[in-house]
């Protein structure tokens, strides 16, 4: 049973839109969890991350919220650019655990020009 | 600026062949992973290495082992290979276990087992 899902294997979105990547988690324990993004060919890089103790993380054109009592977090990209078409893995980790990530099955973005 | 590096970056095997996936971090990291990738699943954790001396079992582990070879090096072998071990693999380093420590990634090793 997947604890981490990310229910759109694909989205497109147009150059200059706003992009909106879901994720759910089913495991309450999770308290950090990450955004990696990977092109092909590559292996996957890290992005952006929260922790529980918030609901925004920003870090220049990429925003996360999490919403807890939902077990959501989405990934917004604003503006989307080409160079953002990749594939955008959601991952969850316990304190405890250290940095143990599980990993939802990726969406793959398209952005187009 | 290697980073991780992975070797080889392809590999074909036929159903009992033995193989050895290496990884080499030029980045002085303290801890390794092993993971792999299949169609519809995310990455899944097979061994780590939370330091140089030490690995333990990650979520599927069954039908591998590892060898932390000093720091730099970690390598996954498979004794007996299965059709169900066709997959991509990704080794992957960070400075620590420490929850807030990213992980760093090669480019992986796409494996098929005939």
């Known amino acids: 049973d997947q604890q981490v899902k990310q229910n759109s294997p694909s989205l497109s979105v147009q150059e200059g839109r706003i992009s909106i990547l879901n994720c759910d988690y089913t495991n309450s324990m999770f308290d950090y969890f990450l955004w990696y993004k990977k092109y092909p060919a590559e292996g996957p890089t890290f992005l952006i991350s929260i922790s529980s103790i918030k609901d925004k993380n920003e870090d220049g054109r990429f925003t996360v919220f999490l919403n807890k009592s939902a077990k959501h977090l989405s990934l917004h990209i604003v503006p989307s650019q080409p160079g953002d078409s990749a594939v955008y893995f959601c991952a969850a980790a316990r304190m405890e655990y250290g940095n143990k990530l599980v990993f939802g099955a990726g969406t793959i973005l398209r952005v187009k020009s | 600026n290697a980073g991780v590096t992975q070797t080889p970056k392809f590999q074909v095997l036929k159903t009992g062949q033995s193989m050895t996936l290496q990884c080499a971090q030029d980045?002085?990291?303290?801890?390794m992973y092993w993971y792999r990738q299949d169609p519809g699943m995310g990455l899944r954790l097979i061994y780590y290495s939370a330091s140089e001396g030490t690995t333990d079992k990650g979520e599927v582990p069954n039908g591998y082992n590892v060898s932390r070879l000093n720091k730099r090096e970690f390598s996954l072998r498979l004794e007996s290979a299965a059709p169900s071990q066709t997959s991509v693999y990704f080794c992957?380093?960070?400075?620590?276990?420490?929850?807030?420590?990213?992980?760093?990634f090669g480019s992986g090793t796409q494996l098929s087992v005939l």
């Open positions: 992957a380093s960070s400075i620590s276990r420490d929850l807030y420590e990213k992980l760093f």
């Open positions: 980045m002085n990291h303290n801890s």
